[in-house]
């Protein structure tokens, strides 16, 4: 197999891109320069199309990184040591030296990373809709993607360009798309099944527990893919059955709660909530 690129340090962690990143990162580039931008914003130059696809995948990258940073930076200040994060066609990998035995510090790690991926998410985001247009839905050429507005997309949408007239639709700046796909991805890490981050975070909230919000969680998804006739999320629940929706047991299940991890969950929760949209892409 071969090795990673090794890129630069950062806080002492060692940051290497696996050759299958450029798989993805090609791959997400172009479908946006080739396929979404202009079914979306019409009559630019190819050139064009393919820089703004390029901002998108490079900054849906640099949220990944940051996610990745946190996770690890948390990890190393309660000893975990460690040394390398790898970005790869999943995303990124950092290599842990042990699992955490204690469930506030699960609770940090897991937290921290999708915290940290929220930042420049939001502000990405609104500085993109400053920069995008509005185009009446009649105009909107057929077979366009369209993605749902979660709550916190909504919120800050409202605050760029005001109360919008409902025959109108945003035709996204790529810094707005980038935005919105931090905020998707940061719903994906927080549903609480298995070895995601929201599963680390409800087994630290909840103990042994946990299993049944993940397994409500897995089946309610599955549910709904079924019932919709839809496959929005069955790549998503393949992998997390491989993988494993409970999560293992870790030394002091069990223990009180206490007023941080309660405050902690309950921000968490509502990170989730705001970020998660049940549809996130249709046409």
């Not at 393919?50 to 990258?61: A, D, E, K, R, T």
């Not at 390398?84 to 990124?92: A, D, M, W």
């Not at 935005?179 to 409800?202: E, K, R, S, Y």
């Not at 893919?225 to 997390?240: A, D, F, G, K, N």
Request: proline letters at 6%.
């Amino acid at each position: 197999m071969a090795r990673p690129i090794n890129l630069f340090k950062i806080l002492g962690i060692r940051i290497s891109i696996d050759y299958t990143w450029f798989i993805v990162f090609v791959l997400f580039a172009w479908s946006l320069a080739y396929g979404y931008y202009p079914a979306n914003i019409p009559n630019l130059s190819l050139s064009t199309y393919i820089v703004m696809g390029v901002i998108s995948s490079l900054s849906l990258f640099i949220c990944v990184l940051i996610h990745e940073l946190s996770h690890s930076y948390t990890s190393n200040r309660l000893g975990l040591d460690i040394k390398e994060i790898t970005l790869f066609i999943f995303g990124g990998m950092a290599k842990l030296t042990r699992e955490p035995d204690r469930a506030m510090d699960e609770l940090k790690i897991a937290a921290a990373g999708p915290l940290a991926g929220l930042i420049p998410a939001i502000p990405l985001t609104f500085l993109g809709l400053t920069l995008s247009t509005t185009v009446n839905k009649a105009n909107i050429p057929e077979g366009a993607l369209h993605f749902a507005d979660p709550l916190l997309f909504k919120a800050l949408s409202w605050m760029a360009l005001g109360p919008l007239n409902p025959d109108v639709e945003v035709m996204i700046h790529p810094l707005a798309y980038a935005g919105w796909v931090g905020m998707f991805v940061t719903a994906l890490n927080l549903l609480p099944i298995g070895q995601l981050d929201g599963g680390h975070i409800t087994h630290a909230l909840f103990g042994s527990r946990s299993r049944l919000v993940a397994f409500a969680m897995f089946g309610g998804l599955l549910g709904f893919s079924l019932w919709e006739h839809t496959i929005t999320w069955v790549p998503l629940l393949v992998l997390l059955f491989f993988f494993g929706i409970q999560h293992p047991h870790i030394n002091d299940d069990g223990r009180p709660l206490g007023n941080v991890r309660v405050a902690l969950g309950l921000l968490l929760g509502l990170v989730f909530a705001t970020c998660f949209s049940l549809v996130p892409i249709w046409q």
